[in-house]
Nanobody, 123 residues
């Protein structure tokens, strides 16, 4: 089992940057694919980015491709989401998630979830 704790959210102006972190407990972090999802008020949770267990493969939603970068440090049991050129439509609660199988884009492929961190982008 793994526990996930997100941090790094906050209020930023449009065009600014934030880096989210997700710290995982447990000694098997490197066995998990990791993903970032987000949920805006009144909307469904949506895929943002994912990374495989080694960090050699990543995927992104079209809405963040070229602006966001997912990475991981298995020695620190942490996954990151660097968010640049933020837009008001990026405002949401951001969640990290862990999967024992594939690094997919569906919430149903992930086994563990963090509590989320709020990101607010002002115009």
């Amino acid at each position: 089992q793994v526990q996930l704790v997100e941090s790094g959210g906050g209020l930023v102006q449009a065009g600014g940057s934030l880096r989210l972190s997700c710290a995982a407990s447990g000694r098997t972090f490197s066995s998990y694919a990791m993903g970032w999802f987000r949920q805006a008020p009144g909307k469904e949770r949506e895929f943002v980015a994912a990374i495989n267990w080694s960090g050699s493969s990543t995927s992104y939603s079209d809405s963040v491709k070229g602006r966001f970068t997912i990475s991981r440090d298995n020695a620190k049991n942490t996954v990151y989401l660097q968010m640049n050129t933020l837009k008001p439509e990026d405002t949401a609660v951001y969640y990290c998630a862990a999967s024992l199988t594939v690094y997919g884009d569906s919430i149903y492929e992930y086994d563990y979830w963090g509590q989320g961190t709020q990101v607010t982008v002002s115009s």
